[in-house]
């Protein structure tokens, strides 16, 4: 199964969301759903953040479900993430890399080590495909699958996500611009009320498939579509 994720729907029950998750709705409309990773996370293979919306893939059978994780352990699996960044970037393309480690003072938020002595390995490619004043509009494409890992990269090099709070793409990244731009950003992040991060395309061979990939893309939201061109707009 492939769905198109919406922004603020969570994957599957946790200790603070019980229900209203992608996980309770699959099970109420799919009969056969794999069980790997638990009752609680049936059918899941990957995740996406609860504010990242887009492409997700599902596993029906404990086969598909095995075949799928190998295809993501041995990262023959392409993404494609389609983003808006905060700043100018210096350079068009290329590669951030380093070990992600959970925060110690704050363990729902994770931080960029460059010793393998910390955390998990991380690889993500990126190309600015349009850039404005003061934002951008950025493909990522992540070779790993570490949590938080394209808002933890684009952060790290002083591009933090749009709306993304977390890690410093919200309303304190307002206060560092004049009155106008200040009161113009701050009003799109209220209207907005999520991250700009979404699942542009996923490539794979799906189970028993000949060896054949297949490409999946999800549109991009129209509250996306309209924040960029308000963006465009304001800033030319």
């Known amino acids: 199964i492939a769905i198109n994720k919406p922004s603020g729907l969570v994957v ?5 969301n019980k229900q209203g998750t992608l996980v309770n709705g699959l099970i109420d409309q799919f ?17 996406l953040d609860a504010d990242t919306s887009g492409v997700i893939l599902v596993a029906k ?11 993501f352990k041995e990262r023959s699996v392409s993404k494609t993430y389609v983003s808006i960044t905060w700043g100018k970037w210096k350079d068009q393309s290329g590669k951030i890399e ?14 960029l080590n460059d010793s393998d002595q910390y955390g998990k390995h991380s690889i993500t490619k990126y190309r600015v495909e349009k850039q404005y004043n003061n ?9 790993t699958g570490r949590t938080h890992q394209i808002r933890i990269h684009s952060s ?34 209220n209207k907005f009320r999520r991250h700009a991060l979404h699942a542009l395309s996923i490539e794979f061979e799906p189970y028993k498939n000949n060896g054949k990939k297949l490409k999946l893309d999800a549109p991009v939201p129209n509250e996306f ?4 061109e308000s963006i465009q707009i304001y800033e030319s």
Request: with cysteine; aromatic share 10%.
């Open 61 to 71: 059978t404990n086969g598909a479900h095995e075949w799928l994780s190998k295809q």
């Open 156 to 189: 790290n090099l002083g591009h933090p996500i749009f709306g993304d709070q977390k890690y410093g793409g919200g309303e304190k990244k307002c206060k560092g611009f004049k009155p106008e731009l200040n009161k113009f950003f701050s009003e799109k992040l």
């Open 135 to 143: 934002l951008a509009r950025v493909l990522f494409y992540p070779i």
């Open 98 to 111: 380093g070990w992600i480690s959970r925060k110690k003072a704050d363990p729902t938020t994770y931080q």
């Open 31 to 47: 009969e056969n759903l794999s069980n790997l990773n638990g009752e609680s996370r049936r059918g899941i293979v990957h995740r």
């Open 12 to 16: 599957h029950p946790g200790v603070k």
């Open 225 to 228: 579509v309209e924040l960029e």
